[in-house]
Every structure is written in C-alpha cells, then in structure tokens.
C-alpha cells in the first residue's frame, strides 16, 4: 500500500482551527485524564487514591501517534514497539517523528515525564524555533510550564478556561441557557447549592426514583455515584460537607449541614433516566468561532465505564441533525468564552427515540479522537458501507510480548494491506506497560504476571461479522492468557 497523498482529514482541520495554518507542526501529548489535574484543590467526593493501573492509562498516550503526520511530532513514554511500527506504516502511515522520555515513570503523565528531562526539553525549545505548537490530549497547569520551559506555544486556550468548561457544572449551565434537554438536576458550587438539591433529590428518591451524584471533574466512571434511597443521599450529602470543610480550611464533621456559607463544593446532582444508548459527538471549534461536526459514535460501555464505540452510530438522520445543530449551539458558547479547539460531548438516546444532547461537555481530546484516522481523511480504513467498533481487550501475561508475537496469535485477524477488514491495532504500548511494575525484585521475570490492554478497531461489511471477529479475537487472546498462567 502507498503512502496516500496530502488531503483533508481531522489533523488538518485540526491545525487550521487551533492555529489558523493546516501547515503548521504540532508536538502531540497524549496526558490522559488531565481531569486528575483540574480536580487537585477542588471538593469532591472521596475517593480511596490508587496507582493501580496507572502504567497502562498513562501508557495510553502512544494513541497520539496517530493523529501526526511526517511534518508533525509525539512525545512518547516509551519507543513504539518496532513490529507495530512497521505494521502501522504498512497501512500507509505518514507517522510523525518520535521524541522518547528519558527516564519514564509509569505513575507520572508523559508531560511529568518530559518535564523531568533536560535533554527533551532541550530539544523541543529547538522545534518552537521552527514554529512547532504543542496539542495535548487537554491542557492543564502542567502543559503550561511545559509550553513555558521549551517555548512551544500552546495550541489551545489556558488551562484555567480550559478547566472551568470541562467541569459537569459549567456542562449543566451552558446546556440549561441554550435549551437543551437534560434529566432533571441541580449544579451545586456552594454548600448552601447542595443542601438545596439534596432537598429537591430527596423528593425524587421518595417517589421511587433513582439520583446520580457527580464529581465536576470525575472521568472514567470514577466520582460518579447512584443512590435508590433517601438514607444513602443524606450520607453522602454529609461526606460531601465534610470533605468541603476540610478542603476550605473548616471544622469538617463538627460543623452543621446547613451554615456553609462561603463553603464551595463542585458536584452535579440529576435525576437517573432511562436510556436505550449513549452517545459521543466530537466538533472542533475555530480561533475565528467557526464550528465544525466530526462525528457521532455509539458508546459502549460497562458498569458506567468506557469500553469503545461502535461506527456508525445507529441513529436516524434527523437525530444526526438535531446533534448536528446542538454542536453548533455548544461551539458557539464556548467560542464566546474564549475556547478553541477539540470539543467532545457525551449524549444518550432514551428508549422512544428521544435525545438527551448534553450530558456533559469534554472541550478536550477524547478517545474517539484518536479513532479519527479509521474513518476520516487520505488514510481512511472504513468505507462507506462498513461497521466499525473500537474496543480494548484485557491480556494477562507473564513476559514482555513483542507485537510480531501478537501478529502471530491474530493471525488472519488483523487488518493489513493485503487485507481491507479485521483488526486494526491502534496502541499497543498498553499491552506491555505493567511489565515493569510486575517484574520480581532484582530485575527477574514478573513473580505474579501483569495485566494489559490491546486496543483496537474491528472493521467489517456487518455487525454479525464484527461481532464474529470479536469473539475470534477474544477466544485466541484468552488461549494466550492462558498460556502465560501456566
């Protein structure tokens, strides 16, 4: 397969929007769930603090490889396995040039990391001499002393705007003045905001409905609890004041429920509706205030979790336009507040067909973003009439396994040049990220194994053949496990 040549396509949509040049070379960071950034000093649930897993989510920043073309560069955690390399430009990859921390921490984001490596730092000063941006996964504090320490400028908005629009309060009140339908719910920044909706919630609970309370900045189904009873929302409602409390400075448990003035808090309680599907739509708003709709994805997901999306989403036109016109809404509304850039918004469907719009507003990238090179622009993997469904699977394994051995289970599974469906692999540095964090003291082979995920896209000509080729991979990747455990 060669390489396609230049034409339209998200990345350069992308540049134009952020910088105003398509031309214009971007470093990409992939520093999933910035949010952790943006919840530091904010009240919140609690929550008990764990690194487990860290190495694969922040090992989920190779996704980022893929959205540079070869003018463009990645920041990277660790080298792309040279098998899958090879494999990625075997489909015709233009892939951007890779810059490789020097001293990479599973536990820290690849922005941390680069932080902490002159030598890197030193390096990208010299592509800001050249005109290069930075384009992170979101922009926080940490993405601003890196852009300060290199001299690479941001391509986005600061990291204070970027994180008020991501909280779910700002989502509540923006989708309330532009009249778009929400469940029912209260917006609480103050302690004196959530007694009220407390109050109001427990009329709800009292009829036999159900509340979710949310953390402004909880992401991946983490600060997200569902409540059936009056006795549990009160309990809640007290851990909330108190974490309040004693993030303010206060007397914590001593205090009563109803004096917290000056007190803040950052939660979202809604009314839990029923639903048929989730959605996400992603649109990129310009520096000039100009809106353009990507696309609209079918969530899947798990227990509330994330777990991929399926391509096309089934949807009638009309609710594609009714999306089309609340992205125009929403871009709009961030524009005013001086926001640009990638904007992801999480929708659902209800069971009659009716649509929820606005769950909550992501003005960051999105796991879907990183999907964009599947469907959309020269190097396209789906056509027209195929289906889609991007996913992970979870691989338990007892030695680093190298993705020339992988293509060797999925033998006749994965989507090549030679053939047009199957399995494109889209990061697969999670696969191996836990190796080190497992691997027995003195430097031996892991005592126990490590777990790690294999993410990818399943492309065919219907639904029952994705849903055949799921089951083949799964049942071939769980013979590996299997292996490995013996």
């Known amino acids: 397969m060669t390489t396609p040549p230049p034409g339209p396509g998200f990345t350069g949509r992308l540049k134009r929007a952020v910088t105003g040049d398509a031309g214009t070379p971007l470093v990409f960071l992939g520093n999933f769930e910035v949010e952790n950034q943006w919840a530091q000093g904010e009240p919140a649930l609690p929550r008990v603090a764990s690194h487990a897993g860290s190495a694969v989510v922040n090992s989920m920043d190779e996704f980022a490889l893929l959205l540079g073309g070869k003018d463009d560069h990645v920041v990277l955690k660790a080298a792309p396995d040279e098998g899958y390399r090879r494999y990625l430009e075997g489909l015709g990859m233009a892939l951007p040039t890779v810059h490789v921390v020097a001293d990479a921490d599973p536990r820290r984001t690849v922005t941390e990391d680069a932080l902490a490596d002159p030598a890197?730092?030193?390096s990208l000063a010299g592509l800001a001499a050249e005109g290069a941006r930075l384009s992170a996964h979101g922009i926080s504090e940490v993405e601003?002393?890196?852009?300060?320490?290199?001299?690479?400028?941001?391509?986005?908005p600061s990291a204070a705007l970027c994180k008020r629009v991501n909280s779910k309060i700002y989502s509540r009140r923006a989708a309330d003045e532009l009249g778009l339908r929400q469940a029912r719910g209260w917006a609480c920044d103050t302690l004196e905001e959530l007694a009220a909706a407390v109050a109001a919630a427990g009329e709800l609970l009292a009829a036999g409905r159900k509340v979710v309370v949310k953390d402004a900045f909880g992401v991946s189904g983490k600060g997200i609890v569902v409540l059936d009873s009056e006795k549990r929302l009160a309990r809640l409602h007290r851990m909330a004041v108190t974490q309040a409390r004693k993030q303010a400075g206060g007397e914590g448990e001593g205090a009563g429920l109803g004096d917290g003035a000056g007190v803040?808090?950052?939660?979202?309680?809604?009314?839990w509706v029923a639903k048929r599907c989730d959605l996400n739509y992603q649109f990129t708003v310009g520096r000039d205030g100009s809106v353009h709709f990507d696309f609209v994805k079918e969530l899947l997901t798990e227990n509330g979790v994330h777990k991929g999306h399926r391509i096309p989403a089934r949807l009638s036109e009309a609710q594609i336009g009714e999306l089309t016109e609340a992205a125009a809404a929403i871009g709009g509304r961030l524009a005013a507040d001086g926001y640009f850039g990638v904007v992801g918004v999480d929708a659902m469907v209800a069971p009659d067909e009716s649509l929820y719009p606005v769950i909550e507003i992501n003005a960051r990238n999105n796991m879907s973003t990183y999907q964009s090179v599947v469907h959309d622009g020269p190097t396209a993997l789906v056509g027209p009439a195929d289906v889609a469904v991007a996913r992970h699977y979870t691989v338990r394994l007892d030695r680093r396994f190298p993705f020339d051995a992988m293509r060797t289970v999925l033998d006749g599974l994965l989507l090549t040049d030679g053939r047009p469906t199957g399995l494109f692999v889209n990061n697969y540095a999670t696969v191996n990220a836990a190796a080190d964090q497992a691997s027995a003291p003195g430097g031996g082979a892991p005592a126990e194994g490590f777990e790690g995920r294999l993410y990818g896209v399943l492309v065919e000509?219907?639904?029952?053949r994705v849903d055949a080729l799921d089951a083949d991979i799964t049942r071939r990747l769980a013979a590996l496990t299997e292996r490995s455990s013996v």
């Open 144 to 156: 601003e002393r890196l852009s300060a320490a290199t001299g690479l400028a941001v391509a986005g």
């Open 264 to 271: 803040r808090t950052s939660l979202v309680i809604e009314e």
């Open 120 to 122: 890197l730092i030193a």
């Open 461 to 464: 000509s219907s639904a029952e």
